[in-house]
């Protein structure tokens, strides 16, 4: 049975940090791409970070390069996500998900999802 779960969200101000956590088990994280997504209230699940398997390999939407850095531990069957300089419209639910059946920036590839973890930013 695959799981993921999300954890490290919370209330930040704008300008702030935050290191989200996403804990695999299961077949999906076996030689897996993994991504990150987020969904604000009102608006569509949108692609934020993927990782490759051996983490050479990392994709970006363009408003979070530079202040967000996907990695992962495969030791630990953890991806993580880390994010800098928090703008109040990037308040949303941040998703992790697992195995992509085609580019990892799709949202509608990915079969394995975790519940998600709120990140609210404040102004």
């Known amino acids: 049975q695959v799981q993921l779960v999300e954890s490290g969200g919370g209330l930040v101000q704008a300008g702030g940090s935050l290191r989200l956590s996403c804990a695999a088990s299961?077949?999906?994280?076996?030689?897996?791409?993994m991504g990150w997504f987020r969904q604000a209230p009102g608006k569509e699940r949108e692609f934020v970070a993927a990782?490759?398997?051996?983490?050479?390999?990392?994709y970006y939407a363009d408003s979070v390069k530079g202040r967000f850095t996907i990695s992962r531990d495969n030791a630990k069957v953890t991806v993580y996500l880390q994010i800098n300089s928090l703008r109040p419209e990037e308040t949303a639910v941040y998703y992790c998900?697992?195995?992509?059946?085609?580019?990892?920036?799709?949202?509608?590839?990915?079969?394995?999802w975790g519940r998600g973890t709120q990140v609210t930013v404040s102004s």
């Open positions: 998900a697992a195995a992509p059946r085609g580019s990892p920036s799709r949202r509608n590839v990915y079969d394995y």
């Open positions: 299961g077949r999906a994280f076996s030689n897996a791409w």
């Open positions: 990782i490759s398997w051996t983490g050479t390999n990392t």
